[in-house]
């Protein structure tokens, strides 16, 4: 087994490998076309990472967080259309999404009235944004289930092949 970093300030790829409790020779290995001088180029921050060992690491790490830090993070595209999304407890991401819900079933008469004619008036726009928002959070709320159930399956708690049956129509 190789030494162990007492590197303080470690990026998320190596958080990520350390947590896997996997040598960069090991990593390596499971990723089989990323060397160990490229994970520690990529640790060191010598070298930026590429979306495919991005998408090497999450799965040879069972870490399914690691796309979207990715894409929040180091693609300029994600920067801006991608939220950073945080691995929740099931209860709580439930809980987040009801009363997101509930409290988009208060605005819904007013959507309604507000889009009816197709264009947004001045007097409008503040009670849209509201909504919008509120959209917005049900939208990331739904991406964080999906990370969610990804992190299962890659734990090995859920098979895939379960996920993939249940979804179809």
């Not at 303080?8 to 490998?17: D, F, L, T």
């Not at 290995?29 to 990472?49: T, W, Y």
């Not at 009801?98 to 009816?116: C, M, P, Q, V, Y």
Request: hydrophobic content about 35%; aromatic content about 6%; some cysteine.
């Amino acid at each position: 087994m190789g030494k162990r970093s007492v590197k303080e300030n470690k990026n998320i790829w190596q958080q990520a490998r350390e947590a896997a409790e996997l040598t960069r020779e090991e990593a390596s290995e499971a990723m089989e076309f990323v060397s160990a001088d490229r994970i520690e180029k990529i640790e060191n921050e010598r070298s930026p990472i590429h979306p495919e060992e991005t998408l090497a690491m999450a799965k040879s790490y069972r870490n399914a967080a690691l796309p979207n830090y990715y894409c929040s993070h180091e693609c300029p595209i994600g920067q801006r259309y991608v939220p950073e999304l945080a691995i929740k407890d099931l209860t709580q991401l439930t809980l987040e999404a009801l009363n997101t819900l509930n409290s988009l079933e208060k605005d819904k008469e007013r959507f309604i009235e507000i889009s009816a004619d197709s264009k947004l008036s001045p007097e409008e726009l503040p009670d849209f944004l509201t909504i919008q928002k509120k959209l917005s959070e049900i939208s990331r709320t739904a991406d964080a289930l999906r990370l969610w159930l990804e992190q299962q399956i890659a734990e090995g708690i859920i098979d895939p092949g379960d996920v993939e049956s249940a979804s179809e129509p």
